[in-house]
């Protein structure tokens, strides 16, 4: 039972990033679901979210930028992220609010 992250990286400011949380063992079709990040030194933030329904919800840190997505039958989440700047480096953490699961987190570097 988990959940894996992938499609961090280096990306270019300015780039775009599509990250996938893929849960393994279980099913999150009735969960709602979030990204998280952290910054080397800082909290981690809330960064989006969608419920088991679709409704989505973004903060600041990615209003406008960001688009979080889903797929129940695949029991994937998606934020793609665009015109990444150096102060959206950090680790990037797919939460199941529901299940309270977290993985382990895959990793994003804007250059500055």
């Known amino acids: 039972v988990e959940l894996i992250e992938s499609g961090g990286g280096l990306v270019q400011p300015g780039g775009s990033a599509r990250l996938s949380c893929v849960a393994y063992?279980?099913?999150?079709?009735?969960?709602?679901m979030a990204w998280y990040r952290q910054a080397p030194g800082k909290q981690r933030d809330l960064v989006a979210s969608i419920t088991n329904v679709h409704q989505t919800s973004y903060t600041d840190l990615s209003r406008g930028r960001f688009t979080i997505s889903r797929d129940r039958d695949q029991n994937t989440v998606w934020l793609q992220m665009n015109s990444l700047k150096p102060e959206d480096t950090a680790v990037y953490y797919c939460n199941d609010a529901t299940h309270n699961r977290w993985g382990r987190g895959t990793a994003v570097t804007v250059p500055a």
């Open positions: 063992g279980y099913s999150t079709r009735f969960s709602d």
